[in-house]
């Protein structure tokens, strides 16, 4: 089973400002990776897949990098319903997992 | 649009048995891989058991492996998963998702399986 492990737990950043999530994988996944945001409460909403390819409606300040073991996901200028749970997921070989997670909060 | 509407969730004894039902509309049902994917209180995402369109394929995580079953019924749009012999930490909010051959584009709104004596 590949196991995802996203940094770091918790990030804090202000509104208007940039995050950088991480995601690594540990084993290549080559680009079978996608990203899911989640607000409390609410169910997960695709954002990325293929590593880098935004899901319908999504917004242009989302964008996600890398391929292999080491992924991020950007969010270029933080709104304020961009503030929740981020969660990365391989799609390389049966089980898919998920990191653990990051919660992006407001600093 | 797509709508996934889960059911069947509730309370139930360690052994117990628990079945859970999806009814999708807004898409082509057949077409598509379905799965559930679970999220234990305060944790992260598990992807539970995921089964092909025409149900061929089914999969499931090593967990759950030998006690629960993913099932579909293509005509009636449904999509259904059999949890038996469940244990404490089998407590979770149970998504149904579409897709499962890649990622889960579309969700339900869960339905909350807790396993407690």
Known sequence: ?107 | QVQLVESGGGLVKPGGSLRLSCAASGFTFSDFYMSWVRQAPGKGLEWVARISGGGTTTNYVDSVQGRFTISRDDAKKSLSLQMNNLRVDDTAVYFCARGGARYGDSWGQGTLVTVSS
């Open chain 1, 1 to 107: 089973e590949i196991v995802m492990t996203q940094s770091p737990a918790t990030l804090s950043v202000s509104p208007g400002e940039r995050a950088t999530l991480s995601c690594r994988a540990s084993q290549s996944v080559s680009s079978n990776l996608a990203w899911y945001q989640q607000k409390p409460g609410q169910v997960p909403r695709l954002l990325i897949y293929g590593a880098s390819t935004r899901a319908t409606g999504i917004p242009a300040r989302f964008s996600g990098s890398g391929s292999g073991t080491e992924f991020t996901l950007t969010i270029s200028s933080l709104q304020s319903e961009d503030f929740a749970a981020y969660h990365c997921q391989h799609y390389s070989n049966w089980p898919h997992t998920f990191g653990q997670g990051t919660k992006l909060e407001i600093k």
